[in-house]
């Protein structure tokens, strides 16, 4: 059974290019992003890992940490390591689990059998500090991933916690955003002392909180 959005996330000891861990533990308080790649040494895949590794210190800002994994065995995960750091232009600075067993694939459900029946598809798991699931993606193994847009949508996510808004079609940081329809307007006149654009009653605009902050 596939995982579903608000479920906690499944728990699991794996072996990592950066030592063994226990995933919860290993998460602690902190947002977490668990990806996974098909497979190593293969083009598509070496650049989404060299992106990550890039965008690092932005997830780091966040307070997210960054997992990968594939089936591949940590041999060949520390191997190709090296070809990530010479041809991305950054070093791998974030575990990748060798999950050679496909425990942790199975329990998430990683491998789409139409798609690969070995190996693992793009899948992409952002979990909240509460260790609930907050947002899942599935892309083909032809497609390489925007991980900007994965930093967008934990800055929507990180706002839609912190501060009960939500955010616009092709919304950007900075941009204006949406209260929630739960809270009422009194509600609002308490969260949003500097008021807010009425388009419709459920559609009510005001500016991103905390920006600049
Ligand atoms: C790639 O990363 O380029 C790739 C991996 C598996 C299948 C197809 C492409």
Not at 172 to 185: A, F, M, T
Request: with cysteine; hydrophobic share 40%.
């Amino acid at each position: 059974m596939s995982l579903r959005l608000g479920d906690t996330v499944p728990d699991f000891t794996a072996e990592t290019t950066e030592g063994p861990i226990r995933f919860h533990e290993w998460l602690g308080s902190s947002w977490g992003v668990l990806f996974s790649h098909p497979k190593d040494f293969t083009p598509v895949c070496t650049t989404e890992l060299g992106s990550v590794a890039r965008l690092k210190p932005e997830f780091d800002k966040r307070d997210v940490k960054v997992i990968g994994l594939s089936v591949d065995p940590l041999t060949n995960h520390a191997q190709w390591a090296a070809d990530i750091e010479e041809t991305q232009g950054s070093a791998l600075n974030f575990p990748l689990i060798a999950d050679s067993d496909r425990a942790v694939a199975t329990l998430y459900d990683m491998i789409h059998p139409n798609a690969s029946e070995t190996a693992t598809v793009r899948s992409v798991f952002v979990i909240g500090p509460d260790k609930k699931l907050k947002l899942s993606l599935t892309y083909p193994a032809s497609t390489g991933r925007n991980f900007e847009e994965i930093l967008r949508i934990i800055d929507s996510l990180q706002l839609t916690a912190k501060h009960s808004v939500a955010t616009p079609a092709d919304w950007k940081q900075g941009e204006d955003v949406i209260i929630v329809p739960s809270v009422s307007d009194e509600a609002a006149k308490e969260k949003f002392p500097g008021g807010w654009k009425t388009l419709k009653p459920y559609l009510r605009i005001v500016p991103q909180p905390g920006k600049g902050a």
